[in-house]
């Protein structure tokens, strides 16, 4: 086989993540702003420390290594240290790892390195503190991006020392002409259902968008609603909203059976169900006051649940609640 030939299969059999993660500003999607006050760093090939918070992907390593291969094109690797917190949490991997390659000189006509410091909330205090130090110590050939979920779990010197840019979800609009580009290139069809189902399960997650596109695509090359929901081990909307009409119109048996055959098709855990729950309750034909106490008792048991209390005793225990709550 040809060398060419050997590289299509390589690239055929790529995860699509990283296959279709974006390699300079312009392809990537959402975060318009953020990706311009960027961009504007990298043109005046200057930067402070940056602080990337938002909710698993939605761009933040991505727009991280675009920034780093924008910088330093060529030699980019050798200027670029990533570290991920959640494997090293302790003191140790700053005063080490970051220390060593912080303290050499940068290559190529940028005068500093760039660390990146992925799920950053993941490291302990103490490693926080000695981070701030060195954030110091090696400013003038030294910036750091952090990456975290919650900015708030990020100690207040080390969130001054840094320009923070808070990440938000994307939009269905983006998300759809995500799932357009893609299935253009994979050569799949992608019914209308099939599209919102992809933004439900999504919720604005690339990373789990396109995921959960190549894990459909092995079954079928039309990606439908039902197909979906098979994939991802999500119960249908339409099922979920059955289960809370039922509590509504006092019918708690029905309600129970459909929650018990939904929750055994589709092999869901009680959290999944739950979160289901809280997301349709606002969707119901119950009363505004009713729909509040609805999502207070699904965050009760949500809370039993991760303390270790049993997920069917918690889940019929939340409907018999609904069914109360809805009592004329």
């Known amino acids: ?46 930067m402070p420390h940056l602080l990337f918070s938002g909710p698993p992907g939605v761009g933040k390593t991505t727009l991280a290594l675009v920034t780093v291969r924008q910088l330093f094109k ?11 917190a959640s494997d090293e949490r302790g003191i140790d991997v700053v005063r080490q790892k970051v220390k060593d390659f ?11 390195k760039i660390i990146y410091l992925d799920e950053s909330d993941a490291l302990t205090k103490e490693a926080q503190q000695a981070l701030r130090r060195t954030m110091e110590n ?10 975290c979920n919650y900015s708030s779990k990020i100690i207040d010197p080390i969130q001054s020392r840094c320009t923070v840019f808070r990440f938000k979800p994307l939009s269905k609009e983006e998300i759809s002409g995500i799932i357009k580009t893609i299935a253009l290139k ?53 099922e979920i909203i059955e289960v809370i009409e039922n509590c509504i119109n006092q019918d708690f048996q029905s309600a129970k059976k459909k929650l018990l055959d939904t929750m055994l098709k589709q092999g869901l855990s009680g959290i999944d169900v739950i ?10 034909k119950a ?9 207070k008792q699904c965050g009760e048991a949500e809370f039993r649940m991760i303390e270790g209390s049993d997920e069917f005793i918690q889940l019929e225990a939340l409907l018999a609640k609904f069914v109360l709550l809805n009592k004329k």
């Open 275 to 284: 979160k289901q729950l809280q997301k349709e309750a606002w969707n119901s």
């Open 102 to 112: 912080a303290r050499t000189k940068s290559i190529g006509d940028v005068p500093f």
């Open 186 to 238: 994979e050569g799949l069809t992608v019914t209308a259902k099939g599209e919102e189902a992809l933004f439900y399960v999504s919720g604005g997650d690339v990373r789990r968008l396109e995921n959960l596109m190549q894990s459909s695509s092995a079954i079928k090359k039309e990606l439908s609603d039902s197909l979906i929901f098979e994939v991802a081990s999500f119960a249908e909307p339409r």
């Open 74 to 84: 060529d030699v980019w690797q050798e200027n670029f240290l990533e570290l991920n």
């Open 287 to 295: 009363d505004d006051r009713i729909k509040l106490e609805m999502i």
């Open 138 to 147: 090696y400013a003038q050939t030294t910036r750091f991006i952090l990456s």
């Open 1 to 46: 086989m040809s060398d060419e030939g050997e590289d299509t299969k390589i690239h055929d059999l790529s995860i699509w993540t990283e296959k279709y993660r974006p390699k300079n500003f312009s392809e990537v999607k959402g975060q318009k702003e953020i990706v311009a006050r960027v961009k504007a760093f990298v043109e005046a090939k200057n």
